[in-house]
Structures are given as C-alpha cells and as structure tokens.
C-alpha cells in the first residue's frame, strides 16, 4: 500500500501532481493559495503540503515501500515519524520532501533509523 492511501485512506486522485499550478483561490482569503495549502490538483487543501509529500514518496522506488513512517505537516513544515530502514532512506525521504513546493522543512525528530 502506498502513503498516499496509508495516510488519507482513498486512492490517488486521477492528474495528481507533486508540484501542481493553483486552480482555484484560497477560500479562505479569496487570493491565491498558499503553497503549504495548496493539493495535488491545485486545489485548496488544509493538508495540501503533506498529501504532496506522500504522492513524492510514492513515486520513488527507493521509498515507496516503507510502511512504517507517516508524514505530517505544521505550516509549511514537513515532519516525519516513525521508523525507516537506514540513514539513507531517510536522507532520500528528506530530499524528496524538500522538493515539494511550500516545503520549508523538514523535520525528523520523530523518526527512528533500524
């Protein structure tokens, strides 16, 4: 089973995208969406950043597959817990999330290595 569905119980939605264009506007301000705010459609999402981050990791080989780590999100912050097999999946994780636009940090405070 891939984050996406692990971590939102539904499946990928159809056109998802890691790093998509705002398709509507913020509905709370009427403006533009907030990156961190922002879902894998360009829809308005209050857990837009972290929905972006599992799609990433779902999309990787490298990490797909591990099924004991949960992402979260505080703002533009990406924060991982639980468990990863080594360092390097772990840096490979932290890599990905980074990349995803809105992601101002990452934090693994939470996360185990073994």
Same mark, same amino acid.
């Given at each position: 089973m891939g984050f996406f569905?692990?971590?939102?119980g539904m499946e990928k939605p159809a056109n998802a995208e890691v790093n998509p264009a705002p398709a509507e506007a913020d509905p709370e301000t009427g403006g533009e969406i907030s990156p961190e705010r922002l879902g894998v459609n360009g829809e308005y999402d209050q857990s837009g950043l972290a929905k972006r981050v599992a799609l990433a990791f779902d999309g990787d080989s490298d990490v797909m597959d591990?099924? %004991? &780590?949960?992402? !979260?999100?505080?703002?533009?912050?990406?924060?991982?817990?639980?468990?990863?097999?080594?360092?390097?999946? &772990?840096?490979?994780?932290?890599? &990905? !999330? %980074?990349?995803?636009s809105g992601a101002t940090d990452v934090s693994v405070d939470q996360v185990t290595i073994g």
């Amino acid at each position: 089973m891939g984050f996406f569905k692990k971590m939102f119980g539904m499946e990928k939605p159809a056109n998802a995208e890691v790093n998509p264009a705002p398709a509507e506007a913020d509905p709370e301000t009427g403006g533009e969406i907030s990156p961190e705010r922002l879902g894998v459609n360009g829809e308005y999402d209050q857990s837009g950043l972290a929905k972006r981050v599992a799609l990433a990791f779902d999309g990787d080989s490298d990490v797909m597959d591990v099924d %004991s &780590l949960w992402v !979260a999100q505080t703002g533009g912050s990406v924060v991982l817990k639980g468990s990863v097999p080594s360092q390097e999946i &772990l840096d490979k994780m932290v890599e &990905l !999330a %980074s990349g995803v636009s809105g992601a101002t940090d990452v934090s693994v405070d939470q996360v185990t290595i073994g």
